[in-house]
């Protein structure tokens, strides 16, 4: 076995391969009419490649078999079956990762969460939800939005991606600003270990100082220790009023001050501050062919959000705050949603970014918690690096089509990504390690919220001591001690 997406790694030979006879035992226990792919039988659409290849087409294994069971009780017998035989898994939600950990490296089994997709119960009062991990972001949104309540994560994959694949990797999305991470909004969680053990901690409590946090090890922890298969998730009221403006700024410093003016004049009510550079909105403009908010170019864009329970009095504070960051000239230019739809337009501005700039073929995607004020020097410096070594150009001869960054300005992440026409080793090198060791030697993170996955593992010691490794690697010997979920990833 080799992998043309994985250079120079090799199957371990100690995970046995798939027979008829495991096959056989999936079908008799998830029944033998959808459950099992591989030419048995297939939901109507499915094919093995979805399963194979990742989002952004980069990653790509090949896994001979999909089980898709519909309860704990099934994922507890499938995993104890795998443990039992070594045979190696990879928990798939809906596959919209973006570090290559969805999707197998070399033949492991797919264990798909799409069957796993109840809503288990919501309360009103509390606003705890409990839903199944197949659960689609979109759909459950638009439950809690029945009920006036809101899911406390939102992200440009909502459509696709599952409860259980956000919870996983630990998702942050655009609001973290305002409604805190999953660590803080995950109250408890239902997983089944390797060994076939359902850990039921699927708490309601807020508060429960009962010894270690076990379940936070799942939230974030990509499918490596366990399978997270129900959650329990505390949401926030809907809030009434959603208002959002999208302005143009001539520099990264003019972006640092409208973002304190935000928070100094919108505080409670703010939701979301999100950046995006000139490049980003080029190339959303080409790609959709959309009119653009604002007349004319500028070097940078911001989106902002608030969130409260009165439309007039967030919508004056939010025109005050506009005028006022244009009559200081911190803010050239600026429009607000006049209406929901106008809402939605804007904010497909920041999320249409992903896979606008995937149109040209692949993208070089870091993803980085860096501190503030520096935060977009490293894309100047990474489209100077590329582009003295001559990687960067309009025609096909040159790799890299254009550096761009975009990302979480609230939470000090930035998103620096490097569309090219196609995948070469020679950007990859330009960029990798020097990426990493720009970020080591200031202390940010090498992955602020789309994780390690195969992308990012042999670079967890920028961002983690040895003793930190040392304990995590422990951690997984203690839960998964014969190493059959997701290998090949992670640490
Ligand atoms: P998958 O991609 O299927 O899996 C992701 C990882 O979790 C894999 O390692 C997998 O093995 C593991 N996993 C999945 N389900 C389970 C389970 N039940 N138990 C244990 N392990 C499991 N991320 C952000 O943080 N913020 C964003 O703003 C954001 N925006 C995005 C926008 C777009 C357009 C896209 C394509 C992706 C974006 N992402 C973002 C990436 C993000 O990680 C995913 O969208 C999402 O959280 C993954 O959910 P999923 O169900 O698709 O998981
Ligand atoms: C985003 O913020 O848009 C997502 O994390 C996806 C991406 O990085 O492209
Ligand atoms: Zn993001």
Redesign the pocket.
């Known amino acids: 076995y080799t992998s043309e997406s994985y250079p120079g790694l090799k199957r371990d030979p100690k995970y046995s391969e798939i027979s008829s006879e495991h096959v056989e035992f999936f079908k008799g226990i998830l029944g033998g009419d959808t459950a099992v792919l591989d030419g048995v039988t297939r939901d109507a659409g499915d094919d093995l490649e979805g399963y194979n290849s990742d989002?952004m087409r980069k990653y790509r294994g090949h896994t001979r078999l999909v089980v898709k069971p519909k309860s704990t009780e099934e994922v507890s017998k499938v995993l104890k079956y795998c443990n039992d035989n070594m045979l190696a898994v990879?928990?798939?939600?809906?596959?919209?990762?973006?570090v290559g950990?969805?999707v197998p490296v070399f033949d492991e089994i797919v264990i798909s969460?799409s069957r796993m997709n109840n809503i288990r119960s919501f309360d009103e009062v509390s606003g705890i939800l409990v839903v199944d991990?197949g659960c689609i972001l979109e759909v459950v949104d638009n439950f809690l939005a029945g009920k006036n309540h809101i899911f406390p994560l939102d992200?440009?994959?909502k459509g696709?991606?599952?409860i259980?694949?956000?919870v996983?990797?630990n998702?942050?999305?655009?609001r973290l600003l305002r409604y805190g991470s999953l660590h803080g909004n995950v109250l408890g969680i239902e997983a089944v270990l390797p060994d076939g053990t359902i850990v039921d901690d699927l708490s309601k409590l807020r508060k429960n100082n009962t010894g270690y946090d076990l379940k936070q090890l799942f939230i974030g922890?990509?499918?490596t220790i366990?399978?997270?298969?129900a959650v329990s998730v505390v949401c926030p009221q809907r809030p009434k009023a959603i208002n959002v403006a999208y302005f143009g700024l001539e520099s990264f410093e003019k972006v640092q001050q409208a973002y304190i003016e935000a928070k100094s004049q919108l505080s409670e009510i703010l939701s979301a501050f999100e950046l995006m550079d000139g490049q980003t909105q080029d190339y959303v403009h080409q790609v959709t062919g959309n009119k653009r908010p604002l007349e004319g170019r500028h070097p940078f864009y911001c989106l902002v959000e608030t969130s409260g329970s009165n439309t007039e009095h967030d919508n004056e504070k939010l025109e005050h705050f506009l005028e006022s960051v244009m009559g200081s000239e911190i803010v050239s230019d600026g429009v607000i949603a006049q209406d929901e739809t106008q809402v939605r337009s804007l904010w497909g501005w920041r999320e249409g970014i992903?896979?606008a700039i995937g149109h040209f073929g692949g993208t070089y995607k870091y993803d980085l918690s860096i501190p503030l004020p520096e935060l977009y020097s490293l894309v100047e410096e990474t489209r100077e690096r590329l582009s003295s070594a001559g990687l960067v150009g309009k025609d096909d001869s040159h790799p890299c089509v254009g550096v761009m960054g975009y990302g979480h300005m609230g939470d000090s992440n930035l998103h620096l990504n490097v569309a090219v026409r196609r995948y070469a080793r020679e950007v990859e090198q330009a960029l990798e390690p020097w990426v990493y060791e720009w970020i080591k030697k200031r202390n940010g993170s090498i992955s602020a919220?789309?994780?390690l996955?195969v992308a990012k593992k042999a670079y967890i010691g920028y961002s983690r001591s040895e003793t930190m490794i040392r304990l995590m690697k422990q951690i997984k010997d203690l839960y998964d001690p014969k190493g059959i979920m997701?290998p090949y990833?992670y640490i």
């Open positions: 989002w990879v928990p798939q939600g809906g596959n919209s990762g973006l950990g969805s969460t991990a992200l440009g994959a696709s991606c599952h259980g694949g956000n996983a990797t998702a942050g999305g655009l922890g990509e499918g366990g399978l997270i298969t992903t896979e919220e789309h994780g996955g997701n990833k």
